[in-house]
């Protein structure tokens, strides 16, 4: 695969990072972050985790966006046209595969934020108990047919934004849903402070508990950042193949880092004031966005049930928009594989990556009932499907681009996309390459270690 100097290119400085951005944001952000920091300290994991984003995500960033930009090409092909001849492509074809199974599976989540959507609309969590909750929950995810009829339903509207293509698919719809994603935070995160007791869980978030930090807490922050950031999936590299020779890249990353974090932490606004406000103490995982929260709702307006409908509504939209510019970029990774390295249209490529996707959704979801006695070494397949992404490939892939741009990729190369080939100072170059060499891989086996339970 040889580098693409005709490659389309995003339409505008802000189209790219909007689209970075939104490969970034993703349901993680509204439900692990505010999780994570609730129980880790508050606002003091919330510093170690934003010095984690500058120590180890953005300069990370910057090297996904390095291959991308200066190949010209998708993840898949990226590193073998930076390193013809050598084994460093099956880094690329590991980021291919890595975004391929995160959309298969990432998929069933987030066909079940519309069918919470439909529920929130139709009233359909009205006069309901914190048990008949849960129930909801159990009967919907293990049901054979819903979720798999709202997964098909996300996967056609990913599937439609990127046949439109890079400028009229991606970059429209994130400059479109992004502002809404922004807008809607912020409007649920007002609407939240104004609920009766929600200063305590402002406290419950915001207020620093040190006595909390441990070196666990360390690991975790940098595994949030890691994650949340979507380092080494390939959506990074393959969106900054698009990137214009003016972009800014360290500016860029910057901008996604803080965009990534401001939704995760308002999010924690949105969830802990007003789960405070009705003494309920939120769990993690699905069963804080699917469970506890819909009982939040109800609870906090049961006198104004359409006041109730309205938030819950507005909070199921923020959760697909936020799942939607996800999976547009896991889409993309993938597609752009296929468009290059096999010569086939877009719109064919596309279709053997939705499909392909859409298998491996209806699998996870069927193994969350029908097909949970399938096991894989005691995990059902949509669970050992997120290990095997989250906890061994993403890991891997993020190091060894940060060993490839570290240690691999010609100095001047490097140093030429950072500076935007002399046009930038590169005032902190000196200390980008020093944590692409030595911070970032350290960190990041700490990180695989930890996430393994090797410690």
């Not at 995810?141 to 996967?155: A, G, K, N, T």
């Not at 606004?269 to 939040?296: H, K, M, Q, R, Y």
């Not at 959704?361 to 097909?371: F, K, N, P, R, Y």
């Amino acid at each position: 695969m040889q580098r693409n100097h005709e490659r389309i290119s995003f339409g505008s400085k802000l189209g790219a990072i909007l689209a970075a951005a939104g490969s970034a944001v993703g349901l993680g952000n509204i439900w692990r972050f505010p999780y994570e920091a609730g129980n880790h300290g508050g606002a003091a994991f919330i510093l170690i985790y934003l010095g984690c984003i500058f120590i180890f995500g953005l300069p990370i960033m910057v090297a996904e966006f390095t291959i991308g930009r200066r190949a010209k090409a998708s993840t898949g092909g990226s590193f073998g046209v930076l390193a013809p001849g050598t084994q460093w492509k099956w880094v690329g074809y590991l980021g291919v595969l890595t975004g391929f199974l995160i959309f298969g599976y990432y998929s069933v989540v987030a066909g079940w934020t519309l069918e919470y959507l439909l529920q929130a609309l139709t009233g359909g969590f009205n006069n309901k108990s914190a048990d008949d909750f849960v129930s909801m929950f159990t009967e919907f995810s293990q049901d054979p047919f819903r979720p798999i009829l709202w997964l098909s339903v996300f996967m056609i509207v990913t599937h439609f934004v990127i046949v439109k293509g890079v400028k009229n698919g991606i970059e429209k719809s994130s400059k479109v849903l992004m502002p809404v994603l922004f807008i809607l935070v912020i409007l649920l995160a007002i609407c939240s402070v104004t609920l009766p007791n929600a200063e305590k869980g402002l406290d419950f978030l915001l207020k620093p508990d040190f006595g909390k930090v441990t070196s666990d807490v360390f690991l975790g922050a940098m595994g949030q950042a890691f994650f949340s950031m979507s380092l080494g999936m390939g959506c990074l590299s393959t969106y900054a193949s698009y990137f214009g020779k003016d972009t800014r890249l360290a500016h860029t990353a910057m901008s996604v880092g803080l965009i990534d974090t401001f939704v995760a932490v308002l999010a924690g606004v949105i969830i802990f004031p007003a789960a405070f406000s009705v003494g309920i103490n939120p769990g993690s995982g699905p069963s804080l966005i699917f469970i506890t929260l819909p009982n939040v709702f109800e609870q906090a307006f049961s006198s104004m049930p359409l006041l109730s409908s309205a938030c819950a509504s507005a909070f199921y939209i923020l959760l697909a928009l936020a799942a939607l510019t996800s999976t547009i970029s896991l889409h993309e990774v993938s597609t752009a594989f296929f468009h290059e390295k096999f010569r086939i249209s877009r719109h064919k490529s596309a279709t053997i990556v939705s499909v392909g996707c859409w298998s491996i959704g209806v699998v996870s979801s069927l193994a969350l009932g029908d097909w949970s006695g399938y096991t894989i070494c005691g995990l059902n397949i949509f669970d050992a499907l997120d290990f095997l992404t989250a906890k061994i490939m993403l890991p891997v892939s993020g190091l060894l681009s940060a060993v490839f741009v570290g240690w691999y990729l010609d100095k001047n190369i490097v140093k030429g996309e950072a500076t935007n080939y002399g046009n930038l100072k590169g005032t902190f170059y000196p200390v980008y390459i020093f944590i692409l060499k030595f911070v970032a891989p350290i960190g990041i086996l700490l990180i695989f270690f930890n996430e393994l339970s090797l410690f």
